[in-house]
């Protein structure tokens, strides 16, 4: 028994290369257990353990999860955060610390910068959430695992000591805040991190239905990739604990997610999608999977990654009644560095009230170039012919002419778009030297792939538009 016990111990220290610890502040008050992965496959995870915000529980639901994650070549991290003793900042900004120490060292580590995960346990869980649906693109991870979740700040439904000691007593007294640090109601469609949820039918702590389940509704309702597994008991606070009498079956379902998890390859070329509710898949029942920017990452492959940036109803025009460069999904699609950005934007501008302000449509497109490449702000045109092939190619940029609008659903106007967007696009192209995909004239035979509108693609629709896009990038 004694020399089984030594052999499991021995086995699990060689999965481990190399353990040590960082602080995260100067006085040492927060600390980063770091695990390396003898054999690292790239992915990296960091815990986040629970304690109602008042403990930390950084045990079975800290660093004892170690020798599992090591042994599938994962290097863990463990974030002992500062208690927030209602400054929420505390423990935000430890985990936040904590996400770019491991992506600035990912080199040194063997890890991919763009395959970070986050898990979170009870309160943990609750951190985890804040930390996918409202920290910046840089910090946010790529995916997220939450065991037994708090979601919600309204103690009546939640639990009561991690909403006061996260939010403070007169946080708790703020229903703005109460409803943003909800994080069920910050989940962004494309933006938020695809995730698993791990619970007990009977835990008596944090309700399930009004927490973890909550989270999982929103995430299914914005079409972001979700699962979720209820045990029939456990109550709370199983962890890594081998007491859990559902432990092995536990660790089949996180392993087999994990296994299935696609990782962008480190240096695959970064494709953004940035439009309206056609990028977007308004229409299409979870276009984070079956809309037409997915369906271009199937057509390109592996070494290219690709990501939907598309927010429904906006325009290119700032006094449009919903800018597109007002949007979270913009900050988004700039962080996300690409290599390649495909610019889908226009269809709503054609509407009355936005075109009205149609004369500033050329200035709010040529803002939207130049910060996406700022060296393009002196047009090509001007620089001379040398000049012009010595422009940067990243990212390159592809503006796509609106696709018919086949019907006037919305007051949309195909007489605008034809007649005067898109002649303002051809100019703009033309003038920074960019490429255009013309899909209002490759599309025109496709009426028949449409939804009821006339105006959104159906799921044969987004298939014709990636296979146009595709085609073009290929090339």
Not at 327 to 353: C, H, R, Y
């Amino acid at each position: 028994m004694i020399f089984s016990l030594l052999l499991v111990a021995l086995l699990a220290q060689a999965q481990t290369a190399k353990q040590f610890t960082i602080d995260l502040t100067d006085d040492g008050e927060a600390k980063l257990v770091v695990f390396l992965a003898q054999n690292p496959s790239g992915r990296a995870i960091v815990g986040i353990p629970g304690g109602g915000y008042s403990v930390l529980s950084n045990t079975h639901e800290g660093t004892q999860w170690s020798t599992w994650l090591n042994n599938r070549g994962i290097s863990y991290f463990v974030v002992n955060y500062r208690l927030p003793n209602g400054d929420r900042t505390r423990p935000i900004g430890d985990v936040e610390k904590a996400f770019r120490i491991v992506r600035d060292s990912a080199a040194v580590w063997n890890i991919n910068p763009h395959d970070v995960g986050i898990m979170g346990f009870s309160a943990g869980g609750h951190l985890a959430s804040v930390i996918s649906t409202l920290s910046d693109y840089e910090v946010r991870p790529n995916f997220t695992i939450l065991f037994y979740p708090v979601i919600s700040m309204e103690e009546r439904v939640s639990h009561k000591y991690s909403c006061i000691n996260f939010l403070g007593e007169e946080g708790q007294k703020d229903p703005a805040l109460v409803k943003k640090y909800s994080t069920m109601n910050s989940v962004r469609r494309h933006l938020t991190p695809p995730a698993i949820i791990l619970l007990s039918s009977d835990d008596r702590l944090v309700p399930p239905v009004t927490n973890g389940v909550a989270y999982y509704s929103a995430m299914r309702n914005a079409g972001n990739e979700c699962a979720m597994y209820i045990y029939p008991t456990g109550d709370h606070g199983w962890g890594v604990g081998p007491w859990f009498k559902y432990h092995d079956q536990m660790l089949a379902d996180l392993g087999n997610w994990l296994d299935n998890r696609p990782s962008p390859k480190p240096d695959a070329i970064r494709v953004a999608c940035i439009g309206n509710s056609i990028t977007d898949g308004h229409g299409i029942d979870m276009a984070e999977q079956h809309g037409y920017p997915a369906i271009l990452q199937q057509m390109l492959g592996q070494d290219y990654w690709v990501k939907n940036f598309g927010v429904s109803a906006r325009t290119m025009l700032n006094k449009g009644d919903f800018p597109y460069m007002n949007e979270m999904a913009w900050q988004d699609a700039q962080a996300f560095d690409p290599d390649i950005v495909i610019i889908k934007l226009g269809t709503n501008d054609s509407k009355p009230q936005n075109w009205q302000h149609g004369a500033e449509f050329k200035q709010d497109l040529k803002q939207m170039i130049t910060t996406l490449c700022p060296s393009l702000a002196t047009p090509a045109k001007k620089k001379g012919k040398k000049a012009k092939q010595a422009l940067p190619t990243r990212p390159k940029i592809y503006l796509c002419t609106p696709i018919p609008a086949f019907k006037s659903t919305w007051d949309i106007s195909d007489d605008v778009i034809v007649n005067e967007i898109i002649p303002i696009q051809q100019e703009v192209a033309k003038e920074y030297g960019l490429e255009i995909i013309d899909l209002h004239t490759l599309y025109a035979n496709d009426g028949d792939k449409m939804l009821h509108d006339g105006i959104h693609p159906d799921g044969k629709g987004v298939r014709r538009m990636a296979e146009i896009i595709a085609g073009v990038l290929k090339k």
